[in-house]
């Protein structure tokens, strides 16, 4: 019995591409007879659909990790040596941890505080900030304000500065985030001029073909060496995960 389970699920597991290219494997009187015995050892053992249905998504998570870790390889230079990007803690830190977020995202506003107390704890620790407006054209907008400012602020002023626009009450969205610039001394109507440059065009598209090519589809995300964090897991979990990349180079050993 074992055996035909374990055949069932491959052939279960292999369906799509038999029915893509390979249609031609049994003849047109061997199909009725092979699909009624499935049909019965189906219907008397339904539980080996589930077996099925768990083993094929055990293979795919192996496939998009082995994607994945090729894209973090490909990517490396972008994700963390970007002229773009906020950077905080230490610049010359012997780990990066990146976080792709948006200025509207509730828990990107929660995970700012475990950065902080990460930043805090960990002298040696180097946190670069990604622009990944996703919920909008106010978080477009609030953006492409805080990468235009990122030209004319003092790289000490920077962190201040996210941080600020980051703990908005309500909506953040371009008038928003000019109004925390002129706090900074930086010139509105400039501001609103560079914002629609080219160039700050270029740097949402580069970041959101990044996220999309690393499979990152919301915020809070975070990258470290080969593994990607999603959600606000809080300062426990990226701890450890950074710890593990001081112990093995990997974010879980």
Request: hydrophobic share 45%; glycine share 12%; with cysteine.
């Given at each position: 019995m074992i055996p035909f389970r374990l055949a069932l699920i491959g052939l279960l597991a292999s369906a799509p591409a038999v029915a893509q290219g390979q249609s031609?494997?049994?003849?047109?009187?061997?199909?009725?007879?092979?699909?009624?015995?499935?049909?019965?050892?189906l219907l008397k053992n339904p539980d080996v659909v589930q077996e099925a249905l768990t083993e094929l998504e055990r293979r795919q998570q192996e496939a998009q990790k082995a994607t994945q870790a090729v894209a973090l390889r490909e990517a490396r230079g972008k994700l963390v040596n970007s002229a773009n990007d906020y950077v905080i803690g230490n610049p010359?830190?012997?780990?990066?941890?990146?976080?792709?977020?948006?200025?509207?995202?509730?828990?990107?506003r929660?995970?700012?505080?475990?950065?902080?107390?990460?930043v805090k704890s960990d002298p040696k620790l180097r946190v670069v900030l990604k622009e990944f407006p996703v919920l909008g054209a106010a978080s477009t907008d609030a953006s492409r304000v805080a990468i235009a400012a990122k030209r004319g602020l003092p790289a000490g002023k920077l962190r201040e500065f996210h941080d600020k626009l980051m703990e908005t009450r309500?909506?953040?969205?371009?008038?928003?985030?000019?109004?925390?610039?002129?706090?900074?001394?930086?010139?509105?109507?400039k501001l609103r001029k560079d914002m629609q440059d080219e160039a700050v065009a270029t740097v949402l598209r580069e970041n959101a073909a990044l996220a999309d090519q690393l499979g990152i589809?919301?915020?809070?995300?975070?990258?470290?060496?080969?593994?990607?964090?999603?959600?606000?897991?809080?300062v426990e979990a990226l701890q450890r995960a950074i710890a593990n990349i001081r112990e093995c180079d990997r974010a879980s050993c």
């Open positions: 031609g494997i049994l003849s047109a009187e061997q199909r009725p007879a092979i699909e009624a015995v499935i049909r019965e050892y010359a830190g012997d780990v990066t941890l990146v976080e792709f977020f948006d200025y509207n995202c509730p828990y990107c929660k995970a700012r505080s475990d950065v902080d107390a990460l309500g909506r953040a969205d371009g008038e928003r985030a000019l109004a925390v610039a002129k706090d900074f001394g930086l010139d509105p109507g589809t919301g915020t809070p995300a975070f990258v470290l060496n080969d593994g990607i964090i999603a959600g606000a897991v809080g």
